[in-house]
Every structure is written in C-alpha cells, then in structure tokens.
C-alpha cells in the first residue's frame, strides 16, 4: 500500500532491515527515502573497507582500520557485523537502541549475515529482502559500476547468487523496478502495526 510522499511517519513498531544482493539499489532506495522522510533514521555501518569516491566518514559509512573493528567485535559493541567482499561492515548497537527507545523510525541497510544476526538478537525486526528485475539487470548494475576490478565484480556476484537464494528467509520482498515505487512500499512496510 503505498503512502504518499507528503504523508507523515507514526510511531514505529519495529526495527527496519532492509537487504538484498550487492548492487541491486539499497543505498539509492535509502537515499531516496531519506530525502523524501529525513525523520527517518538510518544506522550508519562501521567498515573496514576504504572510502569510495565522493564517500564522507561519519555519513556513508565510519571508516575503521581492522584493529578497531577488532575492539567493536571484542566490546559488543555491534548489533551485527559480517565479512563481505573481504571487508568486514557492523552495525553500531547503542545509536540504534536509542533511537528505538526514543521512538523514531530506524532503518539499518545491511548485507545477508548481517540481516541474520540482526533477526537472532532481535526477532521482532523487520526483514525486508530488495531484489533486482532480473539477474540480468543485477550483472549489469554490478559491472556498469567501473568502481571494482573484476575480480571483486566476480566475487560480487558469486555472492550475490547465494544471497538471492536467501530471500525465502525475510518479512517481505520488494522488487525494485522502481526507486520511488519501492520506497512508497518500504515506508509503508515501517509505519504498517506490527503483525
């Protein structure tokens, strides 16, 4: 049921997750969704991987060496964290209790594993699998990028062939043919009373 874009957010029943395969659109989803809903509150995943171009510390993504990737692991200080193309990326537990806690629309964009942890610690969460048009279209936006050699384009989509596999394992799927479709869909999947 979509909502209209103008339309306000309520009182969040639950966590968000929103996943899905490398390169099917996630962070352009988010990115539209907080254009159009800024309330809404996106968990910022610690990395070790390095920036890309255009990428700030602190706004896509904290930036981390290994060494302090270890200490968040070590402290328990991630609500998730999973290895991916061979970087490691984690969830920061405290920022997401508190906005919970207060009340506010949290949405955490993370990968497979990392979905799967989530849905351990807290299985009232959300799981909302993004899935492409068409395998076709997901090899295309993957190596349409140019931003990766190809050989971690290939790893991409070994992965991604599993993670497509996975999508019998969440809430709910949302096939992004369109970007503002799906986030009239997400929006409306976050302010839906809790089942």
């Given at each position: 049921?979509?909502?209209?874009?103008?339309?306000?957010?309520?009182?969040?029943?639950?966590?968000?997750?929103?996943?899905?395969?490398?390169?099917?659109?996630?962070?352009?989803?988010?990115?539209?969704?907080?254009?159009?809903?800024?309330?809404?509150?996106?968990?910022?995943?610690?990395?070790?991987?390095?920036?890309?171009?255009?990428?700030?510390?602190?706004?896509?993504?904290?930036?981390?060496?290994?060494?302090?990737?270890?200490?968040?692991?070590?402290?328990?200080?991630?609500?998730?964290?999973?290895?991916?193309?061979?970087?490691?990326?984690?969830?920061?537990?405290?920022?997401?209790?508190?906005?919970?806690?207060?009340?506010?629309?949290?949405?955490?964009?993370?990968?497979?594993?990392?979905?799967?942890?989530?849905?351990?610690?807290?299985?009232?969460?959300?799981?909302?699998?993004?899935?492409?048009?068409?395998?076709?279209?997901?090899?295309?936006r993957l190596t349409g990028r140019g931003t990766e050699p190809p050989e971690v384009v290939q790893r991409r989509l070994?992965?991604?062939?599993?993670?497509?596999?996975?999508?019998?394992?969440?809430?709910?799927?949302?096939?992004?043919?369109?970007?503002?479709?799906?986030?009239?869909?997400?929006?409306?999947?976050?302010?839906?009373?809790?089942?």
């Amino acid at each position: 049921m979509p909502v209209e874009s103008g339309a306000g957010i309520g009182q969040p029943k639950r966590l968000t997750v929103l996943s899905g395969p490398s390169g099917v659109g996630k962070s352009t989803v988010v990115k539209e969704l907080r254009r159009r809903h800024p309330e809404v509150w996106l968990s910022v995943s610690a990395t070790t991987r390095a920036p890309r171009p255009g990428e700030t510390d602190g706004v896509e993504y904290h930036f981390v060496d290994d060494a302090e990737f270890d200490r968040l692991i070590a402290e328990n200080e991630l609500l998730e964290w999973a290895e991916f193309a061979g970087h490691r990326y984690g969830t920061p537990r405290e920022p997401v209790l508190e906005r919970l806690a207060a009340g506010q629309p949290v949405l955490l964009e993370i990968e497979l594993n990392g979905a799967r942890q989530v849905r351990a610690n807290m299985p009232e969460a959300f799981l909302v699998f993004l899935a492409p048009p068409s395998w076709e279209e997901l090899v295309r936006r993957l190596t349409g990028r140019g931003t990766e050699p190809p050989e971690v384009v290939q790893r991409r989509l070994e992965t991604a062939r599993v993670e497509l596999a996975a999508e019998k394992e969440f809430d709910v799927t949302l096939v992004n043919t369109s970007v503002h479709e799906v986030c009239d869909e997400l929006l409306g999947l976050m302010v839906a009373p809790s089942a």
